[in-house]
C-alpha cells in the first residue's frame, strides 16, 4: 500500500475537530505569543524617532527577532501531546490498529499542530505590523517594512515551527508521560531562544549569510524530520511499554 | 503443552467482503479466517504466551479464555500486527502474519480493544468519519449509518462521546470496529467493567453479529459470556490449555455423572450402588449420591430400581451438568498446583 493523503487528512481534521471542541488549548496556545509581541510593540513604540539609522535598525531587527520565538516556543507542548497525549488517553491504539502507516500518523500529526501554529504566528506578525504602521513614528515603521525583515519573518516562522514540531513529537513518541514529554518539549524551543540571545549580547552578528545559513539548516532539519522520528516510532513500545 | 484439542474449526462458510479499502488485496484464501501455529511472545525473559496453535473457521465466535495476565491481549494484538511475535506463524484473514504485511492485515481485521479508546471531545459520527477516513472507506455516510443501526445507535451521531455512558461507548467502539466490514473481528474484553444491563446489551450485539455470520475472536474471563455467545472456546494460561466446544470441554474434563437425590440417606449404599455393573463409582453429596456412569441413558434406569427396591424415597435423578466454569476453574486449578514447589 503507497502513503496515503486520505489517512494523513483525516488524522489532521479529527486533530483540528478536537481544538474546535476545545478551544481552551487554542486560547492558551494565544495566550504566550501576546506576551511575546508586548515587548516589541513597547519597543517599538518607545524608540526615539531621531535615533541613529544604524541603532534603529538593530532595534528593529532584535523585535522582530523576538517575534520568531512564537513558532518556536508555540507548538512544543502540542507536538508533545500528540504521541504521549493519545497514548495516556487510550485512543492510540484504535488508531494504529488501522491500516495507518507511522509515516502517515507523523506526518498528520504534524501538520494538525503546524496549523494553528502558523495561523498565531502570522496573526501576531500582523498585528505587529499594524501597530507599527499606525502608531510607532513613521520612519521606524519604514524601517520594519523595508529590507527584508518582513520577508525573513515570512521564511523562518514556518523552518522554525518545523523545528520545534519534529523535535516535539519525537519526544513525544518517546516518552512514557505526557507531563516529562511536554517539559521536555519546552527544549525543543532553547537553539533559537539561544541564537536571539547571542545576537543580543552580540556574541554573533545577524547578517544575510548567517540567516541564509540557518534557513538551510532548518529546511534540511524538517525536510528529514519525519523520516527521523518515524525511525524511533515504535508501534509495539507505544502499545505495551516493553522494548522488543 | 497441556492438554489440548484438536483445534479443529467450526467453519461455516467462506466470507466475501465488498466495498471497504481491503478490497484491492488478494482475496481471503483458506477455509480458516485465522491459523495459528506454535505463536509465541516474549518480553525480555517474560513469557507472555507460547506455543499458541489453533484454527478459526469463517463464520465462527471463538472465545479466547484465561486469567488475568494470560496472555490474551497480547496473543489478539500479536494477531493485530501491533506486536511482533518472537516465534511461531500465523495466517490472518488469509494474510501471513509478517511484518511486511502488517497494513494488508490491520485492512481486512478490526479489534475492539478492551477500553474504548473514543475522542471524548469528539462527536459520534466525527469519531466514526475519522476512522472511515484511516480505512479509506467509500461511501462513508451510508457505511457509518449502517455501523450505527447495527448498534442501536443511530439518534446518537451527533452526541458528543464524553457524554455517553460507559456501556454506550463500547457499542460505538463496535461501531467504529464495524466499520471496514472486517474479515475477523477481535473483541478484546468487550464487557469488562459494563454492569449487567450493559453487558446484556453487548451479548445482544455480538449475538446479531454472530447471526450476519462475522467471524468473532472474543478474549474474555466471563466463562457465561464465552459459553453463551462461542461456538468453541480455547483456555490459555501462558500456554494452550484446552480447546473445543464447551459441551466437548466439558466431556473431556470430567467424568459422566448422574446426580442422585434421596429423601434420607441409603441405610448401605454400596450394597445398593456397589451391586450394579453400569455404576463405576460414587460419592456421598448432601442431597443425595452423585454416581459416575459411563452411559447415563443406560444407567438411570437401572438405578431407579435398585433404588426402589431398597426403599428408597427418590426426588430426582439428573445427569450432572457441568458448566464452563468448572472446566475453567478445574485447568487452573492444575497450573497453580503444577506451579507450586
Known amino acids: 500500500m503507497t502513503f496515503s493523503r486520505r489517512r494523513v487528512a483525516a488524522i489532521i481534521v479529527k486533530e483540528l475537530q478536537d481544538y474546535r471542541h476545545n478551544r481552551f488549548v487554542i486560547g492558551t496556545m494565544a495566550f504566550l505569543p501576546v506576551l511575546f509581541i508586548a515587548l516589541p510593540i513597547v519597543q517599538l513604540l518607545i524608540t526615539p524617532a531621531a535615533e541613529a539609522s544604524s541603532k534603529l535598525d538593530a532595534r528593529v531587527g532584535l523585535s522582530l527577532l523576538y517575534m520568531l520565538l512564537i513558532p518556536a516556543f508555540v507548538p512544543s507542548t502540542l507536538a508533545a501531546y500528540s504521541v504521549a497525549g493519545e497514548r495516556e488517553q487510550g485512543t492510540l491504539e484504535p488508531v494504529l490498529i488501522t491500516p495507518i502507516r507511522r509515516e502517515e500518523f507523523l506526518i498528520g500529526k504534524a501538520l494538525a499542530v503546524a496549523a494553528p501554529t502558523l495561523t498565531i504566528s502570522y496573526a501576531i506578525f500582523g498585528i505587529f505590523l499594524a501597530v507599527a504602521k499606525l502608531f510607532a513614528h513613521p520612519g521606524i515603521a519604514s524601517a520594519i517594512f523595508a529590507g527584508s525583515h518582513v520577508l525573513v519573518q515570512l521564511l523562518f516562522t514556518p523552518l522554525l515551527a518545523g523545528w520545534s514540531i519534529w523535535v516535539g513529537i519525537a519526544i513525544s513518541a518517546r516518552s512514557s508521560d505526557i507531563r516529562a514529554a511536554q517539559q521536555l518539549s519546552i527544549f525543543a524551543s532553547m537553539p533559537p531562544l539561544a541564537i536571539i540571545a547571542l545576537i543580543q549580547f552580540k556574541v554573533i552578528t545577524p547578517s544575510t549569510g548567517l540567516a541564509l545559513a540557518l534557513a538551510a539548516a532548518l529546511l534540511i532539519i524538517d525536510a528529514l524530520g519525519w523520516r527521523a522520528v518515524a525511525a524511533i516510532f515504535d508501534r509495539e513500545r507505544l502499545i505495551t511499554g516493553s522494548r522488543r | ?303 431407579a430400581r435398585a433404588l426402589v427396591a431398597a426403599d428408597a424415597d427418590i426426588l430426582s435423578i439428573s445427569e450432572s451438568r457441568h458448566s464452563l466454569e468448572d472446566v475453567y476453574l478445574e485447568l487452573i486449578d492444575e497450573d497453580v498446583e503444577a506451579k507450586r514447589p
Open chain 2, 1 to 303: 503443552m497441556g492438554e489440548v484439542g484438536s483445534g479443529q474449526s467450526a467453519t461455516r462458510r467462506p466470507e466475501t467482503r465488498s466495498g471497504s479499502a481491503a478490497d484491492s488485496l488478494a482475496p481471503a484464501q483458506g477455509d480458516h479466517a485465522l491459523t495459528v501455529e506454535r505463536l509465541g511472545k516474549r518480553f525480555g525473559d517474560r513469557i507472555a504466551f507460547d506455543d499458541v496453535s489453533f484454527e478459526v473457521g469463517y463464520g465462527e465466535v471463538f472465545g479466547f479464555l484465561g486469567p488475568n495476565g494470560a496472555g490474551k491481549t497480547t496473543t489478539v494484538r500479536t494477531l493485530g500486527t501491533l506486536i511482533a511475535p518472537t516465534s511461531g506463524s500465523a495466517t490472518v484473514a488469509g494474510v501471513a502474519l509478517s511484518a511486511e504485511n502488517g497494513q494488508a492485515i490491520r485492512a481486512r481485521i478490526s479489534i475492539m480493544p478492551e477500553s474504548p479508546g473514543l475522542y471524548l471531545r469528539l462527536t459520534v459520527m466525527e469519531n466514526l468519519r475519522c476512522f472511515a477516513g484511516l480505512y479509506e472507506l467509500d461511501d462513508v455516510r451510508g457505511r457509518i449509518e449502517r455501523a450505527l443501526r447495527a448498534v442501536n445507535l443511530l439518534d446518537r451521531a451527533g452526541d458528543p462521546c464524553g457524554s455517553l455512558s460507559k456501556g454506550l461507548r463500547q457499542r460505538v467502539a463496535l461501531a467504529r470496529a464495524l466499520l471496514n466490514d472486517p474479515a475477523v473481528l477481535f473483541l478484546d474484553e468487550p464487557t469488562s467493567g459494563l454492569d449487567p444491563v450493559a453487558t446484556r446489551e453487548v451479548h445482544d450485539l455480538i449475538g446479531s453479529l454472530r447471526e450476519r455470520g462475522v467471524t468473532i475472536f472474543l478474549t474474555t474471563h466471563r466463562l457465561e459470556e464465552a459459553e453463551r455467545l462461542c461456538d468453541r472456546v480455547a483456555i490459555l494460561s501462558t500456554t494452550l490449555r484446552l480447546i473445543g466446544r464447551p459441551d466437548e470441554l466439558r466431556q473431556r474434563l470430567f467424568r459422566r455423572s448422574l446426580d442422585v437425590r434421596v429423601r434420607a440417606p441409603l441405610e448401605d449404599h454400596k450394597a445398593v450402588f456397589g451391586a450394579l455393573p453400569e455404576v463405576e463409582g460414587w460419592e456421598q453429596t448432601p442431597s443425595g449420591y452423585t454416581l459416575n456412569v459411563s452411559d447415563p441413558d443406560l444407567a438411570a434406569p437401572a438405578i
